[in-house]
């Protein structure tokens, strides 16, 4: 769980890391690399519900799987974004595929772990 929250972190960040290189590779605007940090967080937080419902209908395990999947693929498609509407839109599709991760986590840490330690072992997770 621990690694899988540490690519995720990393994905939600490293875009701050490429942006020097996008300015350069694909002519990004300053304005346009707000947008797509920005609208990264609205699809998650656009998803967060409908993410939870899934999450309860199809179970941890498997959809820890399909969202780790999903961004993993979106974060990979990023290497080949030619413009800023693609980047935009790869943004929004990033933030999506990695809305319902968190709560997974969280799902799992409660299956796992009994109500006494719960709380410490979320704690200690998300600490890193």
Do not use: C, H
């Amino acid at each position: 769980m621990f690694i899988m929250y540490f690519v995720a972190f990393i994905d939600r960040v490293n875009v701050g890391f490429a942006k020097d290189a996008m300015k350069l590779d694909i002519g990004l605007s300053e304005s346009a690399f707000a947008l797509g940090a920005g609208i990264f967080f609205a699809a998650y937080a656009l998803f967060g519900i409908p993410a939870n419902l899934i999450l309860n209908k199809i179970g941890a395990q498997k959809w820890l799987s399909i969202t780790t999947a999903i961004w993993g693929l979106l974060s990979a498609m990023t290497g080949f974004v030619t413009s800023e509407t693609q980047f935009i839109i790869l943004r929004f599709l990033l933030g999506l595929g990695e809305a319902g991760f968190y709560p997974g986590i969280l799902l799992l840490a409660s299956i796992y772990f009994p109500n006494k330690v719960r709380g410490s072992v979320v704690g200690i997770f998300v600490l890193g």
